[in-house]
């Protein structure tokens, strides 16, 4: 019995510490802004300058901006490429095909990406947040960006107008050494990136054997964009307030009901519980 229960324990912790083991850049939480209208309509006119030339939102209709305050007309005159109707979906004109030879990859539909980013690390809003906060310049991807939360991602920093074209950063790893498939040791790589994207490197051995394998990225301050820090933190919010949103429209309507439905279910309840005991009341 004591055995089963130390293996019980043991399993009980694998979690952990496979969680712990995997543990990249921490995430920021996301400001909720989601019942302000102006911060959803600013959050669209972002994703449709920035995101829609090559993510589309096919669940999404253009019409269904009028859900936070849009006119017709205002969608019309703000938001709609020359071809597009007021009733069409967010499509985009580039094929999965040129998509996957210019970027290695197609570029997901953003329909729901909101809800689909959610892990055990934070909410889909927080890694989206803080995602769209952490590229830092690096001139051996091809794009010239790299990410600290999606390392070697191809997807270049489309807002970089916004928080700038210049910026750093420093990250330090502790990796094992093996040797013949043993652990003989711990070494340390520290890689510097400027705020141009060039690169230095260097890896020097650790001494002893209690070292604990993981990488920690610190970012430089961005510079050079339209937008101060907070300015462009605040835009990013909106953003990803306007994506949460898109992931299920009808999230106000259904916190505004929710209520009044869980007090209707309460009173039928009582209700049915009380018919019940007068009918067998009868019965007997």
């Known amino acids: 019995m004591k055995l089963l229960k130390k293996i019980i324990v043991g399993l009980a912790m694998v979690p952990t510490l496979a969680l712990a083991n995997e543990a990249g850049f921490p995430l920021d939480r996301a400001p909720d802004q989601s019942s302000k209208l102006e911060s ?40 709609l490429f020359a071809s597009d109707k007021v009733g069409d979906l967010m499509k985009v004109a580039l094929s999965p095909k040129d998509a996957k030879e210019w970027f290695g990859a197609a570029p997901p539909d953003l329909s729901v990406i909101a809800r689909a980013k959610a892990s055990e690390a934070g909410s889909g809003p927080d890694w989206l947040y803080t995602y769209l906060r952490a590229y830092y310049r690096d001139s051996t991807r091809p794009t010239g960006w790299n990410n600290a939360v999606f390392d070697n991602v191809g997807m270049p920093h489309v807002l970089w107008e916004l928080q700038g074209a210049k910026r750093g950063a420093h990250i330090e790893e502790i990796k094992e050494v093996k040797k013949d498939d043993k652990i003989v040791g711990f070494a340390k790589t520290v890689i510097s990136f400027d705020e141009n994207g060039n690169r230095s490197e260097e890896t020097t051995p650790l001494e002893g054997m209690e070292h604990h394998v993981g990488k920690h990225v610190s970012l430089g301050k961005a510079a050079g964009g339209k937008l101060s820090s907070a300015e462009y933190d605040h835009a990013v919010a909106d953003l990803v ?44």
């Open 241 to 284: 307030s306007y994506l949460t949103w898109m992931g299920e429209p009808a999230q106000d309507t259904r916190k505004r009901l929710g209520p009044w439905v869980l007090l209707f279910m309460g009173i039928f309840v009582v209700l049915a519980w009380r018919l019940n005991a007068s009918y067998w009341k009868e019965v007997k």
């Open 40 to 79: 959803l309509q600013n959050g669209a006119k972002l994703f449709v300058n920035y995101c829609l030339n090559c993510h589309s939102a096919a669940a999404m209709r253009y019409n269904r901006l009028k859900d936070i305050g849009l006119t017709d007309k205002q969608i019309e005159g703000n938001l």
